[in-house]
């Protein structure tokens, strides 16, 4: 994910330095100030018009950029930043944005970190290959190596399986219920480049008494992604 240097700003929300949009509209704050503001004050001063800027934007929904296959993506209102694991190119890495209030509502940004074997990675790469389409049972069985522990079904109750056409690239959907930990989910996996093999997701998650209440934002979150070329 691209960052935004920060350095002459304490204590800068991460998520702020990681959201190039929150930075041009502070450059444009900063175009503004008076000549007269200077030292602690000028800091202090910047400081806060960062942190009124992010505000802003979270209340809007924060636009995220440059993560994994996605380039852009802005996500519902009130979201902010979470846990982050990994990040370096050809190893996992998990990036997680939750709820303000809520943080069991949240979207996260997951790749394994290793490849499908050839089998699996062929199963993935054919059934996207077809038109877009619900799943019969055994299309899912063939997919175990892609969906993980969603293809259990004593850990995870399927709803639905299907491929679909998000923005113009091609997509393995899978919605379903982890009964014992209450959570429901709506998962996105992408063939990250083309072999079937490299696969990212995209989840949207809540407590499944939630879920409905919900899944309307993190949808029109996903309606929102622009993919990188």
Avoid: C
């Avoid at 997951?110 to 089998?119: A, N």
């Avoid at 199963?123 to 055994?138: E, G, M, T, W, Y």
């Avoid at 949808?219 to 929102?224: A, E, G, I, P, R």
Wanted: glycine letters at 6%.
């Amino acid at each position: 994910m691209e960052t935004i240097a920060a350095t002459t700003i304490p204590n800068t929300p991460i998520a702020v330095m990681q959201n190039p949009s929150i930075a041009e509209d502070v450059s444009s704050f900063e175009s503004f100030q008076q000549p007269s503001v200077v030292g602690k004050s000028s800091k202090a001063s910047a400081e806060q018009r960062l942190r009124l800027v992010y505000a802003l934007k979270k209340a809007s929904g924060l636009v995220v950029r440059s993560i994994g296959v996605v380039d852009q993506i802005t996500l519902p209102p009130s979201f902010e930043l979470g846990t982050r694991l990994g990040g370096v190119p050809g190893q996992s890495f998990f990036q997680s944005y939750h709820l303000s209030t809520d943080e069991h509502v949240k979207i996260y940004f997951e790749y394994r970190g290793q490849r499908l074997s050839e089998s699996d990675a062929r199963a993935f790469r054919d059934i996207l290959s077809q038109p877009p389409h619900v799943l019969k049972n055994r299309e899912i069985a063939l997919l175990k190596e892609t969906v993980q522990e969603k293809a259990n079904l004593g850990v995870f109750k399927l709803l639905l399986a299907k491929t679909e056409d998000l923005n113009g690239r091609r997509v393995l959907i899978v919605e379903g219920r982890y009964a014992k930990d209450d959570l429901t989910a709506y998962t996105i996996y992408i063939d990250a480049d083309g072999t079937g093999a490299e696969v990212q997701e995209l989840t949207f998650q809540t407590k499944t008494n939630q879920y409905a209440r919900r899944l309307l934002a993190g949808m029109n979150s996903f309606k929102s992604i622009q993919w990188q070329k």
